[in-house]
């Protein structure tokens, strides 16, 4: 999908959204020096075309117990579909898309990207202790019938973390 063309001030109003999306209209407005009326309707069209995807509350994970952050790699089995008696081909979602649906049902995964090179998938995973990630890795990333191999590294320090886009 192309980029939608952005202005000087609509860039502005995206960076200061991203530093703080609960401030009121009239705060953005005035930050860059617009009335509140054609700054809403700058916010609202950035709503509307998807440039602003969602509101949220960012938490900090070891303040609600998530202490442990780790980064899964994940190689899965190369599955055809397999002709069935008399011919039929297999109905059978891909590995790819069960294994996408069995993601997004995993609370411990809170990021999964599709990967290009040795490994399919990079999972970002937040969990109690290593506890809580040996219970996820053994009882529900190892059992999904399409996982072939991972690979898992934890994050030890945080040294950035930001959630805002450059908005160049």
């Avoid at 202490?67 to 899965?76: E, H, P, S, T």
């Avoid at 008696?85 to 649906?101: E, I, M, Q, T």
């Avoid at 999964?112 to 996820?136: I, K, N, P």
């Amino acid at each position: 999908m192309a980029a939608l063309p952005l202005d000087k001030t609509d860039r502005k109003i995206l960076a200061i959204l991203q530093k703080d999306g609960r401030l009121s209209n009239q705060e953005v407005a005035e930050q860059v020096s617009l009335s509140p009326s054609p700054c809403l309707r700058r916010i609202k069209h950035l709503e509307e075309t998807g440039v602003i995807r969602q509101y949220v509350a960012l938490l900090d994970p070891d303040k609600i117990g998530l202490g442990l952050l780790a980064y899964v790699n994940v190689r899965l089995e190369k599955h055809s579909d397999v002709p069935q008696a008399g011919g039929l081909r297999s109905v059978k979602p891909s590995p790819r898309s069960d294994f996408a649906a069995s993601v997004a049902e995993w609370p411990e995964v809170v990021a999964c990207y599709a990967m290009t090179g040795e490994m399919d998938y990079l999972l970002r995973v937040h969990v109690e202790d290593m506890d809580h990630f040996s219970r996820f890795m053994m009882e529900t990333l190892l059992r999904h019938s399409a996982v072939l191999d991972v690979k898992s590294s934890f994050a030890l320090q945080r040294i950035k973390d930001t959630t805002a886009l450059p908005l160049v």
